[in-house]
């Protein structure tokens, strides 16, 4: 499935995400202001940032402007913004999921409640814009604009896709398909994750010369296959590097692939008893019943199913990929990119 | 106190907002999309806006922009902009604030559900992006991004002072003074109320040639005036024309100048008893004991003071006024700003 000699060498991907996480991150900090209020504010700006993560995003982003031939300094600001807006977006996710672990610890409303972090994710969200307001120095005025455009498109989608997950989790429709999931996912995960950092990376790498759509397949493709590995791992994953609690999207009635075919392969009977479960408030779904979910998933081969649909979207990714990046010159960047599919699947 | 015949025109005002406010609601609900998700996102980005409002913000903008020589389609997309983030401000507002009521019916939260409801206003807050974006066409880009720049500000302004008020309602401290009252007020309020409107309209009336920090103090007079005023109506006013519950801001505990006169005025009995109010739930907090603290409030005169307060700003306002427009040339449109210290003392 993958060609070049270095995009098979497993360390490649993590080296890089270390080298572009670690430049983004130590800017990242430097965008957060420190003054009063602390407590109720400034303070946990940083507590999602400093839990960790793998900063794909931001890395995607500057290998992506690297592979266009720009330097990554040029995307760095780029990367910021894009990191501080997925962190800002956990915040108020994890609320609206009633979430109660993110990398490894109590989320920030269950710290600090809900009204104070709504705020702070608000706050978050609108120090994304500085970075990029500063990319005007280094890309000039219309280029800068045209990524605050950008960012406004993917947070529009990411809004949208949200929207229609809350819906569903509300209202517990059961005539969802796996086109309406891919879709959702398509919005909520894929355009924050790869299409985004992709289009605005190649846009700073060519300095605006190549039409941003072409990345529209590619980032869909990778990011779907990494949101269905992401749902995997919370069933079969291993909980401490994991980071939160195991079987918590069941809990949370979060629509998984693997729930939506539960919900096609049920009978009748299973599907009234998991709509029942879903329609009961978080906090009054039984570990039993978080089980039962569980094991009619291992019944109807959900898990092994959705396991090779990402594997599906994995490899048409490598296809798309030649499309897309084949023609660049090869480089350590290019080849991080092309190795990403497999990556998404093999990460724990 | 107020000099020109104009301005003691009872009637400039409303007809100012009238005028500014229905061209501002014209083309807001034109940036509003229409497509899918309706239910769980699209149709409901103008609930709020749809309620109505008195569109001061937009409204000071377009006349500031007027008064300094620019016309007010100059001002009128960033106009469409601060009633956006104003908005999406009031959606998070309400949810943080466990408000039960917005211009005479349910909040959002309360008839969709807290998860919905945040992304919406996130969808919102980034929506006010577009008409900011747009303004490079006319006002070319680099007062479009000055423009945005101010926006970031003001939000981070916004976004501190509603922090201060959330730390104060989560952890009851006794020892919140009248200057801090202020400084919050500063913030949370008077930033977008009016000194964002000012400074941006200003800029954009000069072509970015003034000092935008010279609305600083005038903005601060008024819009702590408006505050005081609107924090009394919640107390004294009509039910019907409010829009919300009377007394409402007593129950959820809201920090007003009055609530903090109180506690410095109050027996240490009674401020035990406060403290202990406030310490609980707010849908534990009886109707009786809601009076009980609106009875101590008249008995200690803290709502006949707090009306002097709001007065004595408005008085240092109009002298402010004179200082920062008197010598522009006479026009509808600085007698309107002229007319507001005056007008939101008596507006009900």
Known sequence: ???????????????????????????????????????????????????????????????????????????LRTAVSIELVHNAMLIHDDIEDESDERRGRPT??????????????????MLAMRPLLDNQHLLGGSLALRIVEETERMARESAEGQAMELGWRRDN?????????????????????????SRAGALIGTRGAIDPDR???????IGAAFQIQD???????????????????????KRTLMLIQLFQRATPEERRRLHRFLGRPRTRRTDAEVAWVRARMD????????RQVAHGLAGAATHEFARVYGALPDSRDKAFIEALPRWVLTRS
Chains 1, 2 share one sequence.
Not at 182 to 194: D, P, Q, S
Not at 215 to 221: C, E, H, K, T, Y
Not at 235 to 248: C, I, M, N, P, Q
Request: hydrophobic share 35%.
């Open 299 to 306: 019944h109807y081969g959900c898990i092994d199913d959705a």
């Open 1 to 75: 499935m993958i060609a070049t000699g270095c995009a098979t060498d497993g360390a490649l991907v993590p080296s890089v995400l270390k080298e572009y996480g670690d430049a983004a991150r130590r800017m990242l900090f430097e965008y957060l202001p420190s003054s009063e209020p602390r407590r109720y504010l400034y303070d946990l700006l940083a507590d999602y940032p400093r839990r960790g993560g793998r900063a794909f995003r931001p890395s995607l982003c500057m290998a992506t402007t690297r592979a266009f031939g720009g330097s990554p300094d040029m995307a």
């Open 108 to 125: 920030m409303h269950k710290e600090h409640g809900v009204p104070i972090s709504i705020n702070v994710g608000d706050m978050l969200s």
């Open 231 to 253: 749902d995997l791992l919370n069933l079969v994953g291993d909980a401490r590097s994991y980071g939160k609690e195991l079987g918590g999207d069941i809990r949370e009635g």
């Open 215 to 221: 990345f529209l397949r590619f980032g869909f493709l």
């Open 173 to 197: 429709p059961q005539d969802v398909t796996e086109h309406d999931y891919l879709e959702m996912v398509l919005k909520k995960t894929c355009w924050l994750a790869t299409i985004h950092p």
